[in-house]
């Protein structure tokens, strides 16, 4: 069982940075491909950014596209979003999955990024 804990989430003014970090303990992850998914009040939760096991595949989505930056460290058994030019809309949860595309992922408990304009 892997237990995942999300931090760096904090309040930002639009066009700041921030990055998000997913530390892994329990067991490694360093053979589950990961993802980063967030959640705005009143809406789903929606898929940000992927990374392979390997970290030589990563997917985006088009909101975030060219701003996110998903990287790994399985040495550190962690995983980063960093995310740039931030907007009002990013405004949400920001949760860290481990194996998001298999039945049963991994989830931590996720961490609030508020961007105000």
């Known amino acids: 069982q892997a237990q995942l804990v999300e931090s760096g989430g904090g309040l930002v003014q639009a066009g700041g940075s921030l990055r998000l970090s997913c530390a892994a303990s329990?067991?490694?992850?360093?053979?589950?491909?990961m993802g980063w998914f967030r959640q705005a009040p009143g809406k789903e939760r929606e898929f940000v950014a992927g990374i392979s096991w390997s970290a030589h595949n990563t997917w985006y989505a088009d909101s975030v596209k060219g701003r996110f930056t998903i990287s790994r460290d399985n040495a550190k058994n962690t995983v980063y979003l960093q995310m740039n030019s931030l907007k009002p809309e990013d405004t949400a949860v920001y949760y860290c999955?481990?194996?998001?595309?298999?039945?049963?992922?991994?989830w931590g408990q996720g961490t609030q990024v508020t961007v105000s304009s």
């Open positions: 329990g067991r490694t992850v360093s053979s589950y491909d």
């Open positions: 999955a481990a194996n998001p595309n298999k039945p049963n992922p991994y």
